[in-house]
């Protein structure tokens, strides 16, 4: 069993930076691929971006260019790096491992982000 936790979360003004982390204990972490995603107040769940266990990476469309997820294996740890916040970025952000079958076998818990104009 894999468990997976965010941290990083807070509040950020328009155009500043934070970076998210989530650890994951159990498993084996470098064989997974990392995904993170988001859920805005009313809004479904949205896909932001993965990276593979190759270190490849995509991109929703929204966030490119600003947004960039990297992991350290030897940490068990993925990351997302978010630059040049804008508003309509807040969200609970949750990171998810092991994409099978179209599924994310485990989830973390979310971390708030919140983006002051």
């Known amino acids: 069993q894999v468990q997976l936790v965010e941290s990083g979360g807070g509040l950020a003004q328009a155009g500043g930076s934070l970076r998210l982390s989530c650890v994951a204990s159990?498993?084996?972490?470098?064989?997974?691929?990392v995904g993170w995603f988001r859920q805005a107040p009313g809004k479904e769940r949205e896909f932001v971006g993965r990276?593979?266990?190759?270190?490849?990476?995509d991109y929703v469309d929204s966030v490119k260019g600003r947004f960039t997820i990297s992991r350290d294996n030897a940490k068990n740890t993925g990351y997302l790096q978010m630059n040049r916040l804008k508003p309509e970025d807040t969200a609970v952000y949750y990171c998810?491992?092991?994409?099978?079958?179209?599924?994310?076998?485990?989830w973390g818990q979310g971390t708030q982000v919140t983006v002051s104009s």
């Open positions: 159990g498993g084996t972490f470098s064989s997974y691929a």
């Open positions: 990276v593979g266990w190759s270190g490849v990476t």
């Open positions: 998810a491992a092991d994409f099978r079958g179209r599924t994310w076998r485990y």
